[in-house]
């Protein structure tokens, strides 16, 4: 277990992207026998093929022996994270105050609290496609010896005005916007008569930095991808191992479990799938999103490669209506510091095992799936026999606040979907807290699931 352990901190330091992590889950999945559909003309019992959805979000399918109209066993979890995107017109240099700063501007992505994201390192990683397609991977910052990136602050001294705001207040959007460089140029600076320093000269010296470097110009910036996240590997917290701190782990942590689960797995009678699904955090929006026909287009392409009778459209239904599925997405944990937020005794805590989550949603519910009573009672019978241990929480006190998960989208099909994953302390902070026991629960929880017939 211990291996898992380290295994996923490698995994979540080394994919801070959903590209990254799709990436990986396809390097992963092909150790594990998985092919890319497109490479496969008809699928059979024991066959395991993946779907890649424009490199940001993955559906892996391991055939099983049982009619596929009788439903699958279905893990789904979400590779996307808060963090900071560049804008299409990302560079600029500071033209008011002459500073010679240039800037990254950004607009954020997700649930965050702007204030954290000051004055602390960060990493530059993501694609720029070029016009004639050529793609150009960029990671900075996570490397000893590259740089890191870095929003400013303001000093203590000076931020009483600051400091009287609502923290919503604190830092603007618009002002998340993380410091590139400043070339200096003292000489030119001062020497006024040849008024050496232009603005715009500094910029300038980033874009050809960035051509000579990568090829690419400031035209090309407008196709790109580029994400700013915390610099830095995920690390043990306090003593005995027990405790991970790392960035993105809501809901890396769901996702790569899920995956170990899935590939690990053998073929059994129902059809086993895992979803890794993209934009979450925005609410599941766009083509690589669970509010998309993601799900049902990947099954359509499964029941078109197996030998099915009857209607296909209608197989696909079934299908999709019939099945089981664990949306994987993170609860919060319990916080002593902070009790009066939870309900007691219905909260999830570090190292009790994988969190039920029967509902989500806020202000009555909203929002969420409720999860049948007849598939919880399935899913803990699965588990007792198992000796997985998991609690039943929920996010917060009523009206507390709330959140959602992927779980609705799925029971859009008409298929039993639970909410069950890992609890994370410091949920959407660049550093968010997990309990090594609770993914191991985790990891096992999912396996048993995936083995129901
Ligand atoms: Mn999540
Ligand atoms: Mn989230």
Not at 6 to 19: A, G, H, Q, V
Not at 320 to 335: E, G, P, Y
Request: charged content about 25%; some cysteine; proline content about 3%.
């Amino acid at each position: 277990m211990e291996r898992l352990i380290e295994n996923y901190m490698d995994f979540i330091s080394c994919n801070k992207t959903e590209r990254l992590c799709a990436e990986a889950s396809v390097r992963i999945a092909e150790q594990n026998g998985y092919r890319n559909i497109e490479d496969v003309e008809s699928l059979k019992a024991g066959d395991k093929v993946y779907i890649n959805k424009m490199g940001k979000s993955l559906i892996l399918f391991n055939i099983g022996t049982d009619d596929i109209s009788k439903g699958m066993n279905i893990l789904g979890a979400h590779i996307d994270s808060p963090r900071l995107d560049a804008k299409q017109s990302p560079i600029y240099e500071d033209r008011f105050y002459k500073s010679g700063i240039v800037y990254l501007n950004t607009h954020y992505y997700g649930g965050i609290k702007k204030y954290q994201w000051l004055a602390t390192p960060l990493a530059l990683y993501g694609v720029v496609i070029k016009t004639d397609g050529t793609r150009v991977n960029i990671a900075i910052g996570d490397d000893p010896e590259d740089p890191v990136f870095c929003i400013s602050d303001i000093l203590p001294h000076i931020a009483q005005d600051q400091m009287k705001k609502p923290a919503s207040e604190i830092v603007e959007g618009e002002k998340l916007d993380a410091i590139l460089t400043v070339y200096p140029n003292v000489k030119d600076y001062h020497d006024k008569e040849k008024a050496a320093y232009k603005i715009g000269d500094n910029k300038d010296k980033v874009m050809k930095f960035l051509d000579d470097k990568y090829g690419i110009n400031e035209e090309d910036l407008a196709s790109a991808e580029l994400e700013l996240v915390p610099a830095g590997k995920a690390r043990y917290l306090g003593f005995g191992k027990n405790l991970i701190l790392g960035y993105g782990q809501d809901d890396r942590v769901c996702a790569y479990t899920s995956l170990i689960a899935l590939a690990e797995g053998k073929a059994g009678k129902r059809t086993n799938c895992c979803i890794l699904s993209d934009k979450e955090e925005i609410g599941s929006a766009g083509a690589t999103g669970m509010n998309s026909h993601l799900l049902d287009n990947a099954v359509a392409e499964v029941v078109a490669r197996l030998d099915v009778k009857g209607n296909p459209e209608l197989v696909i239904r079934r299908a999709l209506a019939n099945s089981d599925m664990l949306s994987s997405d993170v609860n919060s944990a319990f916080d002593p510091l902070n009790a009066n937020l939870y309900d007691f005794y219905n909260s999830s805590f570090l190292g009790r095992g994988v969190v039920f989550n029967k509902y989500t949603g806020s202000a009555g519910k909203r929002g969420a799936s409720d999860a049948n009573p007849e598939f919880i009672a399935k899913v803990r019978n699965q588990l007792y026999k198992n000796d997985v241990y998991f609690q039943n929480a929920e996010l917060s006190k009523v009206d507390v606040g709330g959140g959602g998960t992927i779980a609705h989208y799925a029971a859009e099909y008409g298929m039993n979907v639970l909410d069950c994953g890992v609890s994370v302390m410091s949920m959407h902070a660049l550093w968010e807290v997990t309990s090594a026991y609770d993914i191991e629960q985790a990891y096992r929880c999912y396996k048993a699931f995936l083995e129901l017939e």
